[in-house]
């Protein structure tokens, strides 16, 4: 399978404890996103890699959370201190950015962890 | 106001028939449209890109109202594997790329 993956695909835990997902994408693919999606909307950025930077971070991306992508090919995402209100659906994309693409590149996700904060 | 809005719906529709999802966003900026599918706890997929001068893939129609800040979806024909929520998808300007989903519109469609 040459789509992107995402580890684990559920986690249930306890509030307060931390949990950590990864996101492998596609290959060769150099932009790498982090979406939140709750029951009911759609999914909500939270950031996103080019290579290895992070260039951009979501208001709703607390202190409690951090993401890196050490060698600009895997991300984790880190949720330190879980709350209740952490439960959802966290998404991963990837993208292929350059000139040919311009502003239509195309975002696939991978299918997600499901957290669940008890 | 939401920067992308959409009626939840749901639509529930006879197979064959033909329906329409509207979407409208706030940004006049925004540079790009997308409609993206999503199944029941699964991950969304994009359905298409969507064009200034409207783009058509088999029985899906997509249009692109600038002026109205107004993005539609048309499917024809409808099928019982089209049943799932569809994600209105906007790239708001700023750089990365990053998306703005609506919160989406369920279709069923019935025997």
């Known amino acids: 399978d040459t789509g992107v993956s995402q580890n684990p695909r559920h986690k249930i835990t306890k509030r307060g404890q931390n949990v950590t997902f990864r996101c492998d994408p596609i290959?060769?693919?150099?932009?790498l996103y982090w979406y939140r999606q709750t029951l009911g909307q759609g999914p909500e950025f939270l950031t996103y890699?080019?290579?290895?930077?992070?260039?951009?971070k979501s208001r709703l991306l607390s202190d409690r959370f951090s993401a890196e992508r050490p060698k600009g090919s895997f991300s984790t995402l880190e949720i330190q201190r879980t709350e209740q209100g952490d439960s959802a659906m966290y998404l991963c994309?990837?993208?292929?950015?350059?000139?040919?693409?311009?502003?239509?590149?195309?975002?696939?996700f991978g299918p997600g962890t499901r957290l669940l904060v008890l | 106001r939401k920067e992308v809005e959409q009626d939840p719906g749901p639509f529930n529709v006879p197979e064959g028939a033909t329906v329409a999802f509207n979407c409208t966003y706030s940004?006049?900026?925004?540079?790009?449209f997308f409609w993206y599918r999503q199944d029941c706890r699964k991950e969304p997929k994009l359905l298409m890109s969507?064009?200034?001068s409207g783009n058509e893939d088999g029985r899906f129609t997509a249009q692109l109202n600038r002026a109205s800040q107004y993005i539609s979806l048309l499917i024809r024909d409808s099928k019982l594997s089209d049943s799932a929520t569809y994600l209105c998808?906007?790239?708001?300007?700023?750089?990365?790329?990053?998306?703005?989903f609506g919160t989406g519109t369920q279709l069923k469609v019935e025997l």
């Open positions: 994309a990837s993208s292929l950015a350059g000139r040919a693409s311009g502003n239509q590149e195309t975002q696939y």
């Open positions: 290959s060769e693919h150099n932009r």
């Open positions: 890699f080019q290579n290895e930077a992070q260039l951009e």
């Open positions: 940004n006049s900026a925004s540079q790009s």
């Open positions: 969507v064009y200034s």
């Open positions: 998808v906007v790239n708001m300007p700023g750089g990365g790329n990053k998306l703005t």
